[in-house]
């Protein structure tokens, strides 16, 4: 049987892929992708690792 997605999970993983696309967004506004893309996968494993520390 699966096992069931925390509330912490999916709010979690919808402020890391928020994250994500708006560094990727802003990277290429700024004609510089790869450095947007690796500024929003940091700011979201930060914003992911808070909001689970937090809902728990």
Request: hydrophobic content about 50%; charged content about 10%.
């Amino acid at each position: 049987m699966a096992k069931k997605e925390s509330k912490s999970d999916t709010a979690g993983g919808l402020i890391f892929v928020g994250s994500l696309m708006t560094g990727i967004g802003l990277g290429m506004f700024y004609n510089n992708t790869a450095v947007g893309t690796m500024i929003g996968l940091g700011v979201g494993f930060i914003l992911f690792g808070i909001i689970k520390a937090y809902m728990k």
